[in-house]
């Protein structure tokens, strides 16, 4: 901050959400107060935009402060930490992109930014109604002690209607209070009820506990089988934050999905945590981020967003499922919640935990390396069996023409019906079936705005892009030659898996969970509850089963497609196969009944296929290290996508040619492409792809920001998106 010598004005650095690669300097009025992490309003242009009162910025001209705009306000708001600050830096520099766009993520609820308005309650009087009913007296006890409730809270304890207390307030019984701002979840009681572990269980927990009581950086992995209780592990360590007075954050690949955590959770502590996440009312997100920012909440449960929530006093991070690709956010600012978790520990001094039942081949390398700690839970809690796994070869047991599911998966799930247990049909795909085409001239129904077939769903009869959200209906004739009756569908979704389910098993209630079901995360939660509680008897779904659900009767398991996953030629499709055919198998016996898993395949002898089946997770993670090393991919080596689009092919593919020209000589690093990306156009964009390749030590962020400076900005109707340590290849 600078001050001006002739006067008492005074100058600051304000990093405002734009795509600004720096903070704007302002003036401060004398009748305004502010230090570094401030939250403020400035005018920009003809607009007033929030902005945070950066740190100083090293070197640059004064400027006087007369000759700059004022900041019109600053808000009564805790200010934001300098850890987060240095956060939001460090993830600027490392993904490339403008401080103003992160810090963008930080300010996420302006509403917030000044106090939350006391909420209006009622306190008892000595006046007493002429007319005294048993409703009415009811109330009258439960508020005879003086305390002050809130109106529906008093109504709810009592048992009465909203009308019985409004009535007693006119008659004069009650008169009205302020009360402070309602927490938005209650403080959690790290000794309300304390689980019964077992001794491996105790172990792992004593462990983690040590770092999250004592504070200081570190980052363990926490690896254990499918229902091992990892998650009652690591709230012992949430426990230990607590008790130690920080703040906790609990990051989730599907939060608005995961109402078993949640009850976890309460069950544990006395109290809900916090819920972070797109789904959540535009109020309560408000709530949230103002009580995280002073210190009421004190654990969020969240998505990847809650990276940037301005925790007043963050002691511990937990990343649940660390593996799952969800924590890659490909849009406008590009990074892994996973590893940007990591950073955010060690730039606050705090530990991280990564839990997973199969970890990311970087993470297993880290953990085996020493890099991270390294704890492991080898067998399920009370000592329930795994489920027995199996490979069906489809090239020796295929399901009969025009059917999906094969002879030994069918009599599986008969069994398992006949014992009065759950069945899972698991495949990774939405709708009825991936292609529509026309048997008379062969027309393929396309997205006229992506490179990519529009995918049939039967129940709402549309044809749904998945890449841009393009629909239309579905036709009776075909569109290219007319014929009618000719459509046929290829492939299978699971709505064609749950249509032959109810042919075969047509006594079965049958359920179909996928995330475009009608009624969104809320019918999604009450379907999860229902499969819980034994309510239905197939679950068939996509990969959402996968995460985290605790289904006590589900004991048989099959997989549709195992090789779904492996033809995008995707470098981590054998480990993302793994991991998904992994924690979906895993659903079955989690309560001790015997189960088992049938993954019905064409490549039995794929590696990720083997692995499943004969349980060696340890041979499949070193041949995949072995792999990375050879080929310098990550842990080895260092990855940056640059991925061109625009209105035209000739601009993309120029644009990527001038990048490619551009590229700095460096003997570590090189650059492949341009090369029309697999998914050539989205929502009527054309796009191209650079891969940048480097060596473990190279300073990819250096050659990169020369390649895009060299090649000087897009023109026209060209883009450029940069991903470091990309997670899809499409």
């Known amino acids: 901050m600078a001050a001006d010598s002739h006067s008492s004005l005074m100058s600051v650095p304000v990093l405002v959400p734009t795509p600004s690669e720096h903070p704007y300097s ?158 938005v979840v209650a403080a959690p009681d790290p000794g309300y009820s304390p689980p019964a572990l077992s001794d491996e269980q105790r172990q792992a927990a004593d462990r983690l506990c040590e770092p999250a009581a004592g504070g200081g950086f570190s980052v363990t992995l926490l690896e254990g089988v499918t229902g091992s209780g990892k998650t009652e592990v690591y709230f012992e360590a949430i426990a230990a934050a607590l008790s130690a007075g920080r703040q906790v954050l609990v990051l989730l690949p599907e939060i608005a999905l995961t109402q078993a955590f949640l009850e976890r959770f309460h069950a544990r502590f006395g109290a809900p945590p916090a819920e972070w996440h797109s789904d959540l009312a535009p109020k309560t997100r408000e709530r949230v981020w103002r009580q995280v920012a002073d210190g009421r909440v004190r654990v969020v449960a969240g998505a990847r967003s ?58 297993r390398h880290n953990a085996r390396s020493g890099r991270y700690g390294d704890i492991r839970l080898a067998r399920r809690f009370a000592e329930a069996a795994l489920p027995r796994l199996s490979a069906i070869d489809m090239r020796r047991t295929p399901p009969e023409r025009g059917r999906f599911i ?7 799930v008969a069994e398992t019906l006949e014992r009065g247990e759950q069945a899972l049909l698991f495949l990774n795909r939405r709708g009825y079936a991936p292609l529509t085409l026309c048997r008379v001239c062969g027309h393929r129904f396309q997205c006229p705005e992506c490179s990519s077939w529009l995918v049939e769903h039967r129940f709402r009869e549309k044809l749904v892009c998945h890449h841009c959200g393009h629909t239309e209906p579905m036709p009776e004739a075909c569109p290219s030659c007319g014929a009618l009756d000719h459509l046929v569908a290829c492939g299978p979704g699971v709505e064609r898996i749950a249509e032959e389910t109810v042919d075969r098993f047509p006594e079965a209630r049958t359920v179909v969970l996928s995330s475009d079901i009608m009624g969104g995360v809320k019918r999604l939660r009450l379907e999860l509850d229902a499969i819980a509680k034994g309510q239905a008897d197939i679950v068939i ?12 009767n589900m004991t048989t398991v099959g997989v549709i497609d195992a090789d ?35 993954i019905q395949t064409f490549q039995p002898d794929h590696p990720a296929m083997r ?7 340890e041979a499949f993670y070193e041949s995949q290290i072995a792999e990375r090393e050879r080929a310098r991919f990550p842990p080895f080596g260092r990855l940056a996508s640059i991925i061109i689009s625009a209105a035209t092919r000739d601009e993309a593919e120029a644009h990527g040619r001038t990048l490619r020209n551009a590229a700095p000589a460096a003997g570590d690093i090189m650059v492949l492409g341009p090369a029309e990306a697999p998914l050539a156009m989205i929502r009527g964009r054309h796009r191209f792809r650079l891969l940048v390749q480097g060596g473990e030590r190279a300073d990819i962020q250096a050659f990169l920001r020369r390649m895009l400076a060299g090649a000087g900005p897009a023109r026209g109707s060209v883009r450029v998106n940069v991903d470091v340590d990309p997670q899809s290849f499409l």
Not at 406 to 412: G, K, T
Not at 541 to 552: D, E, I, M, R, W
Request: proline content about 11%; aromatic content about 6%; charged content about 20%.
């Open 564 to 598: 779904l996953g492996l033809a995008n030629g995707d470098p981590r499709a054998a480990e993302r196969t793994f991991q998904l055919l992994n924690q979906v198998t895993g659903r079955a016996g989690r309560t001790g009944k015997k189960s088992r898993g049938l």
């Open 406 to 412: 094969a002879p030994p998966l069918v009599q599986a």
């Open 541 to 552: 779904g996509t990969q959402l089963v996968a995460k985290g659900h605790n289904f006590p």
């Open 26 to 183: 302002y003036s401060v009025p004398n009748d305004i107060s502010v230090v570094a992490g401030s939250i403020v309003q400035v005018p920009l242009g003809p607009r007033q935009v929030p902005g945070i009162v950066w740190d100083d910025a090293s070197g640059g001209k004064p400027v006087d402060p007369k000759k700059l705009r004022p900041i019109t306000q600053a808000f009564d708001c805790p200010p934001v930490v300098p850890a987060m600050r240095r956060f939001v830096d460090w993830v600027a520099r490392y993904t490339l992109s403008p401080p103003g766009m992160v810090a963008r993520m930080v300010l996420r609820a302006p509403a917030a930014f000044d106090p939350e308005p006391p909420a209006p309650g009622l306190r008892i009087t000595a006046g007493r109604p002429d007319r005294l009913t048993p409703a009415r007296r009811r109330v009258i006890e439960l508020a005879e002690d003086g305390l002050v409730w809130s109106r529906s809270g008093l109504a709810h304890a009592a048992g009465v209607s909203l009308s019985v207390i409004d009535g007693l307030a006119r008659a004069g019984t009650f008169e009205p209070v302020m009360l402070p701002p309602l927490p």
């Open 306 to 363: 809650s990276l940037f929530l301005p925790f007043e006093n963050l002691g511990l991070i937990v990343v649940d499922e660390e593996h799952d690709a969800a924590f890659k956010q490909e849009d406008r600012v590009f990074y892994n919640a996973r590893d940007m978790a990591v950073v955010r520990g060690h730039l606050g001094g705090f530990p991280v935990i990564l839990s997973s039942a199969t970890p990311s081949v970087e993470t």
């Open 611 to 617: 692995a499943i089946v004969t349980g060696d997770a």
